[in-house]
């Protein structure tokens, strides 16, 4: 059972344009929603994450919407760069499982010049 | 300072066979976990130790897979048996606590023949 669908699995942008990426999620205990950034041979890193009690939150380029009615958020990147050029992945945590993350399956973005 | 350390970082081995992984987890980090990473997906959360116990164990998918952390510090995964679709990155993160924020390690490329 897939909790959290991300889309889409690719996208490219062009430099200085916005990415914009989107999860949706079924479990309505989910408290916490972190968007991880990973490159090719690495870990995961955090990127930003937002609680259901608020509907956006920005830091930077890097800003997440939250549709708590529609259980759908997403992470928007603007101004786009070559070095934003990564996998994303949405998580959800349940509130009271400690840190156990659910993640998406994942958007490969590719900004290009 | 050093971040969560995995090693190694690729291990080939012959499906029967029994493997360890190692993760180092940052210093006074007393969350450490163990995801799996198959190609194309997202991690997948397999057990969550605070201090020497394990907290949450239900993404173990069967009885091959073991993880201690008898310290408190450094923790290993242990799979017996390996078959080929154990094939995956082992991802190892820890947090201060139950810090939301998790730092992962550069993972284990684990490839069963």
């Known amino acids: 059972q897939q909790q959290v669908k991300q889309s889409p699995q690719s996208l490219i942008v062009q430099k200085g344009g916005i990415s914009i990426i989107n999860c949706a999620y079924e479990?309505?205990?989910?408290?916490?929603f972190p968007w991880y950034q990973q490159f090719p041979g690495k870990g995961p890193a955090l990127l930003i994450a937002i609680r259901p009690d608020v509907s956006e939150k920005k830091e930077g380029r890097f800003t997440i919407s939250f549709n708590k009615s529609a259980k759908q958020f997403s992470l928007h990147i603007m101004d786009s760069q070559p070095g934003d050029s990564a996998t994303y992945f949405c998580a959800a945590r349940r509130k009271g499982g400690g840190n156990k993350l659910t993640f998406g399956t994942g958007t490969q973005l590719k900004v290009e010049l | 300072g050093a971040g969560v350390s995995q090693t190694p970082s690729n291990k080939v081995t012959e499906k029967g066979k029994y493997v360890e992984l190692r993760c180092d987890p940052i210093s006074g980090h007393t969350a450490l976990y163990w995801y799996r990473q198959s190609l194309g997906q997202g991690p997948e959360f397999l057990i969550y130790f605070q201090g020497t116990g394990a907290a949450d164990d239900s993404g173990l998918p069967n009885d091959r897979f073991f993880a201690v952390r008898p310290e408190g510090s450094v923790s290993t995964l242990k799979i017996q048996r390996t078959e080929r679709g154990d094939s995956a990155v082992y991802l190892c993160?820890?947090?201060?606590?139950?810090?939301?924020?998790?730092?992962f390690g550069s993972g284990t490329q684990l490839s069963v023949l």
């Open positions: 993160a820890s947090s201060f606590r139950d810090g939301e924020k998790l730092f």
């Open positions: 479990n309505t205990a989910f408290d916490y």
